[in-house]
């Protein structure tokens, strides 16, 4: 199995800062895994998703609202739109073969999701790879003193979209996009 990783990007529209950094790994429980029947038949670069990426991907949302809820914060609803510009990044990263907040000809968060039809405020995003339950990769993510913990506790998001698709070098690749769409 290849080494976790995790990566976090906090954008504006001017597309500021990206945060990037390799978590540490951490023990996790195992409430909900992959089932082992998603990584059959995954050809190389392809991106498939996951017999149980739904409700991997809600799993993911429900952690994220139990960790706000801890600190007053409003829980994140779930969005179409980001959950499709995190799907489709996703499977960017496993057919093109890298793993990172900016493609390799530069498109970054802001750019997607403004392809994607998502007008925003703010946009963040986290990145993890290799890990097998939605719990591991929140753990890595909150343990993170690299921005991912700070997107998920950011007061300035309403909205999430979550991704889990199988494929590329690590595996199993994992996308949160936090949005702030105007006029809230």
Known sequence: MPSLKSLCCLCTLALGVALLAGCADTAATQTLSLN?????????????????????????????????????????????????VAEDYACRMIEEGFFAH?????????????????VFMKLGENLAAGQNTAEQAMAEWMSSDEGHRDNILSPDWTEIGV??????????????????????
Do not use: M
């Not at 991106?47 to 991997?56: F, H, I, P, T, Y």
């Not at 698709?165 to 702030?180: A, I, N």
């Open 163 to 184: 991704a889990v698709r199988l494929g590329g070098e690590h595996g199993v690749y994992w996308v949160q996009e936090f949005g702030d769409p105007p006029g809230r």
């Open 36 to 84: 082992t029947a998603s990584f059959t038949d995954v050809a190389e670069g392809e991106c498939a998703q996951a017999l149980d990426g739904d409700e991997l991907a809600g799993r993911v949302i429900e952690l994220v609202n139990q960790e706000r809820a801890k600190i007053g914060l409003a829980p994140l609803s779930d969005n179409d739109t980001l959950r499709q």
């Open 102 to 118: 900016y493609a390799p000809d530069g498109d970054g968060p802001g750019e997607r999701a403004v392809r994607g039809g998502y």
